[in-house]
């Protein structure tokens, strides 16, 4: 029997805590990108250029994307890594990949695309420059395993990123949980008919390891310097580990 998991904030066995979270993605899928828009208010977009920025994929950079969802993310690396380049849209969610692959296609990008599971990933150790994941990672059940495996397959001199929801500065913190769980469970039932999957969004950001905590984390899975940036008043935070 293994330890009881975070699923918001409940506390769940593992195997439940991956039925429910694919029941939530499953349901919000069809809407993603449009909830994304309105709970940041286009904000989404601007955090991930700059991880783009900062990741310093160039052409020809072999890039992993992991928990890609609806593929912005690995648009924006594509485009960096250009056609000489590989990158790898993957998600543990089929309903959540078809839309990424979909969108992309609508887009005129092609991209590998693999259904694979962050924690046990299906590439050989030293096989990519970049591995990102981008507001994934609080979903994960066993968070050290993906960071693990992020750190096994990425190559010496490359770098693995993590952007996630992060621990807001504490002058803003009352007025943020009040937009969290009033607000943004308020769009999810008038825009995408489920309040309940949003309200669980809203807990898994509280229940996040904060920017030191996972910074260590990082640095246990084998990363040999940890760095983080702080966005939006850490309402969004930046994790690089690098490998040397």
């Known amino acids: 029997m293994t330890d009881p998991v975070d699923f918001g904030y409940e506390k769940v066995a593992a195997e439940e805590k991956a039925r429910r979270v694919r029941g939530v ?38 890039v992993l994307d992991l928990a890609g969802g609806t593929g912005d993310l690995a648009r924006l690396l594509a485009r960096a890594a250009g056609p000489t380049g590989r990158v790898l849209l993957t998600d543990i969610n089929r309903a959540m990949l078809a839309e990424g692959r979909d969108k992309l296609l609508d887009a005129g990008v092609s991209l590998e695309v693999v259904q694979c599971d962050a924690e046990a990933l299906p590439f050989p150790d030293r096989s990519f420059d970049a591995v990102t994941i981008g507001f994934g990672l609080r979903n994960v059940t066993r968070k050290e395993c993906a960071l693990a495996e992020m750190r096994r397959v990425t190559v010496p001199g490359g770098a693995a990123l993590v952007l996630e929801f992060s621990q807001v500065a504490a002058p803003l913190k009352g007025a943020y949980d009040w937009y969290s769980f009033n607000v943004l469970p308020a769009i999810g039932r008038l825009v995408a008919r489920d309040e309940a999957s949003y309200r669980y969004l809203a807990e898994s950001i509280r229940m996040h390891p904060d920017q030191e905590t996972l910074k260590r984390m990082m640095e246990g899975a084998g990363f040999d310097r940890v760095d983080y940036h702080n966005l939006s008043a850490g309402v969004v935070a930046l994790h690089v580990g690098r490998v040397f």
Do not use: C, T
Request: net charge positive.
């Open 25 to 62: 993605f499953d349901s919000v899928a069809a809407r993603y990108d449009l909830m994304n828009d309105l709970m940041s208010g286009g904000m989404h977009r601007l955090w991930k250029r700059y991880a783009v920025g900062v990741s310093g994929v160039r052409p020809g950079a072999r």
